[in-house]
């Protein structure tokens, strides 16, 4: 009988020349999670918001990049904000870890550089957490998002930094040398 997965093993044999079942059969073998990302990184490459510039130290290995996240508009304008992003194995059942390597005084990103942004939560009780079906470009977006739209005083992780925002809002002292810590 012949099953699916021998017809693909005897096909990719043909198809490279070796002999299916050979001991360089392994070392070959693509995970899932990197043949999703070559996809979804071309598809983030091409709908990279202006504000965002994504690098790839190892083109290699495009589980690990870099993402700097430029403002043009809001408080932190003019800023130019350094994430780390590394894509687990398990990927896309779990979520991207994403760091913050630029000191900010966000309410949404701790001075350790953890984020609260419910997509990258792998159980959110909203339902907005992360689901097989959301994209690197989801993420990156989002991250696009915590500067804008998405800048959350109500459930801050940074309670200083939201009580900073929220007693100089009410004074009327929001000045820009107060977003960014150095």
Same mark, same amino acid.
């Given at each position: 009988?012949?099953? /699916?997965?021998?017809?693909?093993?005897?096909?990719?044999?043909?198809?490279?020349?070796?002999?299916?079942?050979?001991? =360089?059969?392994?070392?070959?073998? &693509?995970?899932?999670?990197?043949?999703?990302?070559?996809?979804?990184?071309?598809?983030?490459?091409?709908?990279?918001? =202006?504000?965002?510039?994504?690098?790839?130290?190892?083109?290699?290995?495009?589980?690990?990049?870099?993402?700097? $996240? =430029?403002?043009?508009?809001?408080?932190?304008?003019?800023? %130019?904000?350094?994430?780390?992003?590394? $894509?687990?194995?398990?990927?896309?059942? &779990?979520?991207?870890? &994403?760091?913050?390597?630029?000191?900010?005084?966000?309410?949404?990103?701790?001075?350790?550089?953890?984020?609260?942004?419910?997509?990258?939560?792998?159980?959110?009780?909203?339902? %907005?957490?992360?689901?097989?079906?959301?994209?690197?470009?989801? $993420? &990156?977006?989002?991250?696009?998002?915590?500067?804008?739209?998405?800048?959350?005083?109500?459930?801050? /992780?940074?309670?200083?930094?939201?009580?900073?925002? /929220?007693?100089?809002?009410?004074?009327?002292?929001?000045?820009?040398?107060?977003?960014?810590? $150095?």
């Amino acid at each position: 009988m012949l099953t /699916l997965a021998s017809k693909l093993k005897r096909d990719e044999g043909v198809k490279t020349g070796r002999p299916p079942g050979g001991p =360089s059969d392994s070392s070959h073998r &693509v995970s899932i999670r990197d043949r999703l990302l070559i996809k979804e990184v071309a598809e983030l490459e091409a709908n990279l918001p =202006s504000t965002c510039k994504a690098s790839f130290p190892d083109e290699n290995q495009l589980h690990h990049f870099q993402l700097a $996240v =430029s403002p043009d508009e809001g408080y932190y304008q003019s800023g %130019t904000f350094h994430f780390e992003i590394d $894509v687990p194995e398990a990927y896309n059942m &779990v979520p991207p870890k &994403v760091k913050c390597q630029t000191r900010i005084w966000h309410p949404n990103i701790a001075e350790t550089g953890e984020i609260c942004l419910s997509l990258l939560r792998e159980h959110s009780i909203d339902g %907005t957490g992360w689901a097989p079906t959301r994209t690197l470009k989801d $993420v &990156v977006w989002g991250l696009n998002s915590l500067f804008t739209d998405l800048l959350n005083f109500d459930d801050p /992780l940074n309670i200083d930094a939201a009580e900073h925002h /929220l007693r100089d809002k009410s004074s009327g002292k929001i000045s820009p040398d107060k977003v960014l810590t $150095v």
